[in-house]
C-alpha cells in the first residue's frame, strides 16, 4: 500500500496499516511528516513515483490545492491495474483539476482540525464511515 501525504488524513491512514501489519510505503513534500512517518515504522520514500511503483494501492492524501498535479503524477507512475483513490473529498475530477479518470474519490468521514503527521492517529477512522464514488469498480469497492 502507498500514502501520498502524509499529514492528519494520510499520516492516520498510515499509521492504522502500520497498527495492521500493512507494509507501507508513503510519500510526503514535508520533512518533518516523512520524519515522524518513519519513526512510526513507515517507509518513506524520497521520490513519489518510486513510491507507488508496483503497488496495488494508492491513497493519495494531499491538500486540494495538490491534489490535481499529485493526481497526475501518481497516475503517470502507478502500475495500470492499481487501484488510485484519492481523500480529497467526492468531487468531480473538473472541480479537482483532474482527468486522470483513474482516480477513484472517497470521503472519509472523520478528522480532525489539526494538520501534520503530528495530528495522525492511528485510531482516526475506526469505525468511521467511508464514502466511495458509485463509477469506482466492484474490484475497487472490495479491495
Not at 502507498?2 to 507501507?24: D, N, P, Y
Not at 472519509?108 to 492517529?121: E, L, N, S, V
Amino acid at each position: 500500500m502507498a500514502v501520498i501525504g502524509l499529514g492528519a488524513i494520510g499520516g492516520s491512514v498510515a499509521k492504522a496499516l502500520v497498527r495492521a501489519g500493512v507494509r507501507v510505503r508513503a510519500h510526503a513534500s514535508s520533512g518533518a511528516d516523512a520524519d515522524g512517518a518513519r519513526a512510526a515504522g513507515v517507509d518513506v520514500a524520497d521520490d513519489l513515483a518510486g513510491c507507488v511503483a508496483d503497488t496495488p494501492t494508492v491513497v493519495i492524501a494531499v491538500p486540494i490545492r495538490a491534489h490535481a498535479t499529485v493526481a497526475a503524477a501518481v497516475a503517470d507512475a502507478a502500475a495500470p491495474e492499481a487501484l488510485l483513490l484519492h481523500t480529497a473529498s467526492l468531487q468531480r475530477e473538473t472541480a479537482l483539476g483532474t482527468s486522470a479518470g483513474r482516480v477513484i474519490g472517497t470521503h472519509p468521514i472523520a478528522g480532525t482540525h489539526r494538520a501534520g503527521f503530528a495530528a495522525a492517529d492511528a485510531a482516526m477512522f475506526d469505525g468511521c464511515v467511508v464514502s466511495i464514488e458509485a463509477r469506482a469498480p466492484a474490484p475497487a469497492w472490495r479491495r
